[in-house]
Nanobody, 122 residues
Framework: QVQVVESGGGLVQPGGPLRLSCAAS????????MSWYRRAPGKQRELVAD???????NYADSVKGRFTISRDNAMNTVYLQMNSLKLEDTAVYYC????????????????WGKGTQVTVSS
């Protein structure tokens, strides 16, 4: 009932910026947490950053000071502003949302996007 779709990935040079967006759609009653994960080649998926409905944030140590997560509750959208990108930031970035979808009684959902590729290369 709820889909999330990422956008904004691409090729960027080391040190450059990139902004990812993720929009949730469907029969949304409310969205609680929204997160960005990534999976680099040959590595496990890892949490990059998450943000609560009240905009409390949490970041992986590897991105602190470089990445900023934000959200627009009215638009059911979360963003990831990535600055000072490094080669090791190359990965597929996934959006994850948790909340409730509209029903006679609101039901919990957990939705993953299909991912967007970020490649940092000179």
């Amino acid at each position: 009932q709820v889909q999330v779709v990422e956008s904004g990935g691409g090729l960027v040079q080391p040190g450059g910026p990139l902004r990812l967006s993720c929009a949730a759609s469907g029969s949304i009653f409310s969205i609680n947490g929204m997160s960005w994960y990534r999976r680099a080649p040959g590595k496990q998926r890892e949490l990059v950053a998450d943000i609560s409905r009240g905009s409390n944030t949490n970041y992986a140590d590897s991105v602190k000071g470089r990445f900023t997560i934000s959200r627009d509750n009215a638009m059911n959208t979360v963003y990831l502003q990535m600055n000072s990108l490094k080669l090791e930031d190359t990965a597929v970035y996934y959006c994850y949302a948790v909340g409730y979808y509209s029903s006679y009684v609101p039901q919990r959902f957990e939705s993953w996007g299909k991912g967007t590729q970020v490649t940092v290369s000179s």
